[in-house]
């Protein structure tokens, strides 16, 4: 964690302020752990992030963990984005859209589904949608999607009952660099069955990027002694191909740091 610390001297040089918490006996108000003080907010300019993804047919070809399965399709430009459901019952649901707009920015919007499978447009124009989620207090009935407007690109989706997407895929904003500081993947193989994971980038140009390759059966675990780097407008997908169609699920984790720090 030394990287860590000596990153926090330079934040608040002599200010322990933002680790004061409540404690009991005679440990130091100041011993928070640093990956604590990022979940409580305490730490301005660096956010944890954890990106999960499951996908129940995962084949031979590379894809992200995804709920749609298969090859992602990113916009070419932004645009407003349909929210839609596979069930006309869905109505009177909230989804939190979450995503970067033109410049990379980060944006979000929340929109009320009138009619499930009719669906409703954002007012915002996203050029990467990065998570789906509901919120409100109405329950979705079927699948959300959120895509383009005629819903031939799916951008992500909420399954029935689980609340919030699940994809392996994310767009770094601008101004900041994501550090991955750990990956999890896992399967239902067994015997002669194997799985492939990798990380792969796309850049603002279009040039794309296999940073690495590693098979696996049932687990894949990597934990980064040094943080590995994102930067900014990046486009990555955590991908992952099997030997048979296969059970995966995967787990990012990392930090998102503000450049200005």
């Given at each position: 964690?030394?990287?860590?610390?000596?990153?926090?001297?330079?934040?608040?040089?002599?200010?322990?302020?933002?680790?004061e918490?409540?404690?009991?006996?005679?440990?130091?108000?100041?011993?928070?752990?640093?990956?604590?003080?990022?979940?409580?907010?305490?730490?301005?300019?660096?956010?944890?992030l954890?990106?999960?993804?499951?996908?129940?047919?995962?084949?031979?070809?590379?894809?992200?963990?995804?709920?749609?399965?298969?090859?992602y399709?990113?916009?070419?430009s932004?645009?407003?984005?349909?929210?839609w459901?596979?069930s006309?019952?869905?109505?009177?649901?909230?989804?939190?859209?979450?995503?970067?707009d033109?410049?990379?920015?980060?944006?979000?919007?929340?929109?009320?589904?009138?009619?499930?499978?009719?669906g409703?447009l954002?007012?915002?124009?996203?050029?990467?949608?990065?998570?789906?989620?509901t919120?409100?207090?109405?329950?979705?009935?079927?699948?959300?999607?959120?895509?383009?407007t005629?819903?031939?690109?799916t951008?992500?989706a909420?399954?029935?009952?689980a609340?919030?997407?699940?994809m392996?895929?994310?767009?770094?904003?601008?101004?900041?660099?994501?550090?991955?500081?750990?990956?999890?993947?896992?399967?239902?193989?067994?015997?002669?069955q194997?799985?492939?994971?990798?990380?792969?980038t796309?850049?603002?140009?279009?040039?794309?990027?296999?940073?690495l390759?590693?098979?696996?059966?049932?687990?894949?675990?990597?934990?980064?002694?040094?943080?590995?780097?994102?930067?900014?407008?990046?486009?990555?997908?955590?991908?992952?191909?099997?030997?048979?169609?296969?059970?995966?699920?995967g787990?990012?984790?990392?930090?998102l740091i503000?450049?200005?720090?």
């Amino acid at each position: 964690m030394a990287i860590w610390d000596s990153l926090l001297k330079q934040l608040q040089p002599g200010n322990k302020s933002l680790f004061e918490v409540s404690v009991t006996n005679n440990e130091s108000k100041y011993s928070t752990p640093f990956e604590l003080a990022v979940a409580r907010s305490k730490i301005p300019g660096i956010t944890g992030l954890s990106i999960s993804g499951y996908n129940s047919a995962v084949d031979t070809n590379w894809q992200p963990i995804w709920e749609i399965g298969g090859a992602y399709t990113y916009f070419a430009s932004a645009q407003q984005v349909r929210v839609w459901s596979n069930s006309a019952s869905d109505v009177n649901v909230s989804v939190l859209v979450t995503g970067l707009d033109s410049s990379y920015n980060v944006i979000s919007e929340t929109v009320l589904l009138n009619n499930g499978t009719t669906g409703v447009l954002t007012t915002n124009s996203f050029l990467r949608v990065n998570s789906l989620a509901t919120s409100g207090s109405v329950n979705a009935i079927g699948t959300i999607y959120a895509g383009n407007t005629g819903k031939t690109v799916t951008l992500a989706a909420i399954i029935d009952g689980a609340g919030r997407s699940q994809m392996t895929i994310y767009t770094v904003p601008a101004g900041y660099t994501f550090y991955l500081t750990q990956s999890n993947f896992y399967s239902n193989q067994n015997g002669s069955q194997y799985a492939n994971y990798r990380s792969f980038t796309q850049n603002t140009s279009g040039l794309t990027t296999k940073i690495l390759q590693f098979p696996f059966t049932t687990v894949y675990n990597s934990v980064k002694v040094v943080p590995r780097p994102y930067v900014e407008k990046t486009d990555i997908q955590w991908q992952c191909q099997a030997s048979v169609s296969s059970l995966i699920g995967g787990q990012i984790e990392g930090y998102l740091i503000s450049n200005s720090i």
